[in-house]
């Protein structure tokens, strides 16, 4: 007779194990301070940006009001992943109470999905500038506006929770999280059981993508009658194309590194922490670099600071 091996389903508290970077021995300081400087350019930069749009009046505006929401979503994302590697690269600490773990997952994929939402809010900004000119100050109204954030936040807030609630009746037969943070996908993998709908669920975020980059069409495309309008378009749209297509880009190659099996373990660990890493430091770089208003704030505050010291 052949022997069935069964396992059973673990029980709370669960502690899970990160699986992880592999730091070889002496190199754990270097990248605790690589981390850290991550954090700190990050901090900095948004920090700055959503500073200046508080005290500039004249950026009390919908465009820069999506940019501070952008900005907050970025140091949301950055938060929840970064002080846990400099944990793991200067201690060693690969645990991790089950709470804090569905805290971080949930956190991470929050900060995925209101970047999505938020850059949907924004190209619909755009696309009433562009196609209800002369009345977009009584269209896009400040409850229009709070309106506009706040469900973009309630959306993708919805969409995690809703992920997220299935893990209630989802029992675990492991506790080593091959990955080097918690992720909806990481522990789903620990289930005894299929997670079909799970995996279904994760699409919806398709839908979301493919409505911002129609919202962004018909606002360039609304301008073919007059090349101003359309080079307008273009100007003011740019900043939130190269945000999108940065995001995208770091997603895209999170996908196709899993498609290699013979890759490095660490390299596709690396690759898999490309959104959270690159575009909270490069955002404020565009849109300081891009958006002329913030630039010149930005400049103003700088000069104002140094003649103080």
Known sequence: MENITVVAPLKQPITFVLEGFYVPPGYGSLLFFLALLD?????????MVMLIIIIERSLHRPMFVMVWNLAACDLLGVIAVIPR????????QRRIAYGHAIAQAFCV????????TILCAMAYDRYLTHS??????SI???TRLIFSCALAWFIALLCIGVLFYFHINVPLCGNVLQHI??????????ACGPTTLNNIYGHVFIVIAFSYIKILQATVTKGKADSSIRSKAFQTCASHLVVYVLFEIASAIIVLSHRFPSMSQNI???????????????????Y???ITELRKSIIKLFRLTVRQI
């Open 39 to 47: 954090f700190v350019v990050v901090l900095l930069g948004n920090g």
């Open 85 to 92: 590697f400099m944990i793991h690269f200067l201690t060693g």
């Open 109 to 116: 994929h929050t900060y995925g999905a209101a970047v999505q």
């Open 132 to 137: 209800h000119i002369g009345l977009y100050h």
């Open 140 to 142: 896009m109204t400040s």
């Open 181 to 190: 943070y918690c992720s909806n996908r990481a522990i789903l993998k620990l």
């Open 268 to 286: 596709k660990k690396f690759l898999s922490i490309l959104t959270v890493i690159i575009p909270p430091a490069v955002n404020p770089i565009i």
């Open 288 to 290: 300081g670099l891009v």
